[in-house]
């Protein structure tokens, strides 16, 4: 008999019986990669024979598991498509746990991704001793990019943005960047900023006004990808994910793609 959301008592007691133990995920994910002998199978896990034993038993009684020929045990089809499926299950829980109530800046409901993809990403976090850590971090990454991919909804720190400038004056940085009507009028007010920004458009650098807010802060400097909460307020430093992933990067480039075509194109004299 199912439950109230309709999944059936025996599916999500097959499922705790998997979940609940390491070593029995461990053994399945093996098996599905090739016949071992239960000591080979001690000898490369370092699970306790006992613990061996009893999973396989239990494995073959589900049809999860087989014996071939010459004594050593192999996952059936049925086994090694449980923990295929199994596996980006785990990742995605981890990354969610990981992630925490960041999940909530992420734009999922227009530009979905799975995240599993998150489960290795690096939450940054300011250093209370050192405000400025993380303003130094990514300056110090994009002078080291030769591209530049940026949806903002706040200012950069003034260090981040010569350097923006530097690296399109140089001729060392290629730029797509998006910033919001909030992140304009800011700077507008600002008039030590507005020279920078001529110059930095002058030069070469992409740069388009989205009209209205964004839900987070996203930045690809050439393989590395960080987000961050766009509605923190302006100047702030607040926390952000930092990811390597493929997936996460092609993700992120459509995220910036999206708001960069519904965006008008500003030349120098936006900020004159």
Not at 14 to 35: C, N
Not at 47 to 73: K, L
Not at 248 to 268: G, M, P, Q, T
Request: glycine residues 6%.
């Amino acid at each position: 008999m199912g439950d109230s959301l309709g999944v059936p008592q025996r599916t999500l007691e097959t499922i705790a019986y998997l979940a609940r133990s390491e070593s029995r995920v461990r053994i399945l994910k093996i098996l599905a990669e090739g016949p071992y002998a239960r000591n080979e199978l001690e000898e490369t896990t370092g699970i306790a024979r006992t613990t061996i034993d009893r999973s396989i038993n239990e494995f073959e009684e589900r049809g999860w598991a087989r014996r071939t020929t010459d004594g050593r045990y192999v996952a059936s089809p049925t086994g090694e498509q449980i923990i295929t499926d199994f596996q980006p299950f785990v990742e995605t829980m981890e990354a969610i746990l990981k992630l925490g109530d960041l999940v909530a800046w992420l734009p999922t409901d227009t530009l979905p991704i799975d995240f599993r993809h998150f489960a290795d990403a690096t939450i940054k976090r300011p250093d209370p001793a050192e405000p400025t850590s993380m303003a130094s971090y990514l300056t110090e990454l994009l002078r080291e990019s030769s591209e530049f991919h940026c949806l903002a909804g706040v200012a950069p720190p003034l260090a981040f943005e010569e350097a923006m400038r530097d690296g399109v004056v140089h001729g060392d940085l290629k730029t797509e960047h998006v910033i919001t009507d909030q992140e304009y009028r800011y700077l507008l007010d600002d008039e030590n900023r507005l020279s920078r920004w001529q110059e930095y458009i002058e030069a070469g650098a992409n740069l388009y006004l989205y009209d209205d807010s964004v839900p987070c802060n996203v930045m690809v400097f050439d393989n590395t990808v960080i987000i961050g909460n766009s509605q923190a307020e302006i100047g702030d430093m607040f926390v952000e994910i930092e990811s390597t992933n493929e997936a996460v990067r092609a993700w992120a480039h459509d995220v910036i793609r999206e708001y960069k075509e519904a965006a008008k194109r500003l030349d120098s004299d936006a900020f004159r």
